[in-house]
């Protein structure tokens, strides 16, 4: 079978079953990295700047509807603190995550950070990941110094985005796409992802998932495992779920199979998959990722960002982080690229391509 960018939906669904064999994708996927992008490894410091989220997304512990652990925003002046150590240490990416919220002091506090990077941080890429968004607050966040936007579709068949999504009216998959599309199409680096092992999700689904990326034409990606939380609707469903090691399996197929489609792009080994397994890294990285993203958030709100249980809680300080991330790509002879923001070759392509039109 042909492993290259041109892979067919029943190639793809072949290889997510299990025909590979493995080794020979995550090669392959290996061999499409080294040709495009080349062996880097880009570093993607992470701050969860609030667990606030006017959502209820039926798999996620952050959802409105879970008052078990308290909500918190870090005001600006530990953010600016947090970035100004990332920095200094030789970051040059940041990425703001936080819950979806549409109000006032949520954006201008999102702005207002933006701004001061944009004035006092030199050569830095900041991204974003703060969900479904009015094109107008986007147009400002790009106005204040920010170009990339990362909103995962979470399951790109609209009928598995509705299984695992309330049905009232704040959470539809069209609203989704349109979202994204719009995203794309002001000119934003682009990065979507999806949920892997959902219970019922096929290897159908996740073909047309990878084939929905490559439709869209991302320059970036984030997908990981799914992992139960108690306090979820989804827990009841814990049962019908397959074993850790299956999913994680299956999230490195995708990250490979994604790499062979589109090697161009950045693709996370996510902090979802370093959960699953302790050597989730190395495994990410061996099958085609090519980003890591040390969390930055202050320690004392890391506890209330669970997405999902088990979430890795690292105490080291980002000194010992990024020595002991530094050897573990050297081990696995992948080197980390510090001092470099790691945009998307893909996007440069892409907009070498416009200019030329
Ligand atoms: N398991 C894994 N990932 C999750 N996310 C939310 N809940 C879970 C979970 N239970 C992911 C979603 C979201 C991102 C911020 O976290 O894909 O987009
Ligand atoms: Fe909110 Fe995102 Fe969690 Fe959905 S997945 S509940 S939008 S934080």
New binding site residues.
């Given amino acids: 079978m042909n492993l290259s960018s041109n892979l067919s939906r029943e190639s793809i669904i072949h290889f997510l079953e299990g025909g590979g064999p493995d080794s020979r994708l995550f090669e392959a996927a290996r061999a499409a990295l080294q040709e495009s992008a080349g062996s880097g490894v880009f570093l993607r410091g992470i701050v969860e700047l609030s667990?606030n989220?006017?959502?209820?997304?039926l798999?996620?512990?952050?959802?409105?509807d879970n008052r078990n652990f308290s909500r918190y925003t870090i005001p600006a002046g530990e953010v600016v603190t947090v970035l100004k150590s990332g920095y200094a240490k030789g970051l040059r990416s940041f990425l703001l995550q936080?819950?979806?919220l549409l109000g006032a002091s949520h954006i201008d506090h999102i702005e207002k950070i933006l701004r001061w990077v944009s004035g006092n941080l030199e050569g830095v890429s900041m991204v974003l990941s703060t969900?479904e968004l009015p094109a107008k607050v986007l147009e400002r966040f790009k106005k204040a110094g920010a170009h990339r936007y990362l909103l995962?579709i979470?399951a790109s068949t609209p009928e598995l985005y509705k299984r695992f999504?309330p049905d009232d009216g704040l959470?539809e998959y069209g609203d989704r796409l349109r979202s994204l599309q719009m995203i794309r199409a002001s000119g934003w680096q682009t990065g979507t992802g999806v949920l892997i092992g959902l219970p019922g999700q096929t290897s159908e689904n996740l073909a047309d998932d990878l084939l929905f990326m490559k439709e869209m034409d991302i320059d970036m990606c984030g997908m990981g495992p799914y992992l139960e939380h108690e306090q979820t609707p989804l827990w009841n469903r814990r049962g019908e779920l397959s074993q850790l090691e299956e999913r994680e399996v299956l999230t490195l197929r995708m990250i490979s199979l994604l790499r062979i489609l589109l090697p161009t792009i950045n693709i996370a080994a996510t902090t979802a998959l370093q959960t699953l397994d302790p050597e989730g890294l190395e495994k990410g990285l061996m099958a085609g990722a090519n980003v890591v993203m040390p969390n930055l958030t202050p320690m004392k709100y890391r506890k209330d960002y669970n997405?999902y249980q088990g979430k890795v809680h690292v105490e080291d300080t980002l000194d010992e982080v990024l020595k002991i991330l530094g050897n573990r790509c050297g081990v696995i002879g992948r080197n980390v690229e510090l001092e470099n923001p790691g945009d998307p070759i893909h996007f440069t392509n892409r907009m070498k391509a416009q200019a030329g039109d």
């Fill in positions: 667990n989220c006017r959502k209820n997304c798999y996620c512990g952050l959802r409105k936080s819950g979806e969900g995962r979470e999504h959470h997405l």
